[in-house]
């Protein structure tokens, strides 16, 4: 069991670039999202100036069931992983069964920023893109599928987003095997290539036992 764990700022592609690797790959993998894994009601000191949730901070993240869900698929256990809605920005009852598979792909602002994550985490990568290309992916994103309003995303961006990477997000890169850039096609074959050698290499493994 391996986990490939994808960080990078909010708008770095990092959704996309776990779904080349997995298309790549061409195994059974299972993806774990940490968007997934915002607390059920975020605290109201985790709230900027003009009281809009910070989901770019750290305490945003319900890290104990995060962990656990990850040790759970890596011991070869299924989980029940929550799902967020950011329309109404509250966790909802209703779950998604994820079953362990050979590879996980854990992708997430904060995917390399606890320890003990990083531990469980065979590879490490860090999606970096200049900002101005993640802010108008994010601005994008946030008004056609969040609902949000174009003057919401950009006070939030100038609010949270902006300085929570620049104080929490970026300072990731260092735990990262490698960094990826804007183009990711290449890096997402690499990455799968390493990924299909490391089965291989368990499965002959497995064979000369």
């Known amino acids: 069991?391996?986990?490939?764990?994808?960080?990078?700022?909010?708008?770095?592609?990092?959704?996309?670039?776990?779904?080349?690797?997995?298309?790549?790959?061409?195994?059974?993998?299972?993806?774990?999202?940490?968007?997934?894994?915002?607390?059920?009601?975020?605290?109201?000191?985790?709230?900027?100036?003009?009281?809009?949730?910070?989901?770019?901070?750290?305490?945003a993240f319900d890290w104990p069931l995060l962990f656990t869900h990850l040790n759970n698929l890596k011991l070869g256990k299924s989980i029940n992983a929550p799902l967020y809605d950011f329309k109404k920005n509250c966790r909802l009852k209703k779950t998604i069964k994820i079953k362990p598979s050979k590879v996980i792909l854990f992708e997430g602002i904060f995917s390399l920023y606890?320890?003990?994550?990083?531990?469980?985490?065979?590879?490490?990568?860090?999606?970096?893109?200049?900002?101005?290309?993640?802010?108008?992916?994010?601005?994008?994103?946030?008004?056609?599928?969040?609902?949000?309003?174009?003057?919401?995303?950009?006070?939030?961006?100038?609010?949270?987003?902006?300085?929570?990477y620049q104080k929490?997000?970026?300072?990731?890169?260092?735990?990262a095997d490698f960094i990826v850039g804007e183009e990711t096609d290449i890096a997402a074959s690499i990455l799968a290539a390493k990924v299909i050698n490391l089965l291989k290499s368990k499965s002959e493994s497995k064979r000369k036992k």
């Open 1 to 59: 069991m391996y986990i490939i764990s994808i960080c990078g700022g909010s708008g770095s592609g990092k959704t996309t670039f776990t779904d080349k690797v997995r298309k790549e790959v061409g195994e059974d993998i299972s993806v774990v999202h940490m968007d997934s894994y915002y607390l059920p009601k975020l605290p109201k000191e985790l709230q900027s100036k003009n009281g809009q949730p910070n989901f770019d901070h750290p305490a």
């Open 114 to 164: 606890d320890a003990n994550i990083r531990k469980i985490s065979n590879i490490t990568a860090f999606l970096h893109v200049e900002s101005d290309i993640r802010f108008i992916r994010r601005l994008h994103r946030d008004v056609e599928e969040r609902g949000r309003s174009l003057d919401s995303v950009i006070t939030q961006y100038y609010d949270t987003v902006r300085p929570m």
């Open 168 to 175: 929490y997000l970026d300072p990731q890169r260092q735990f």
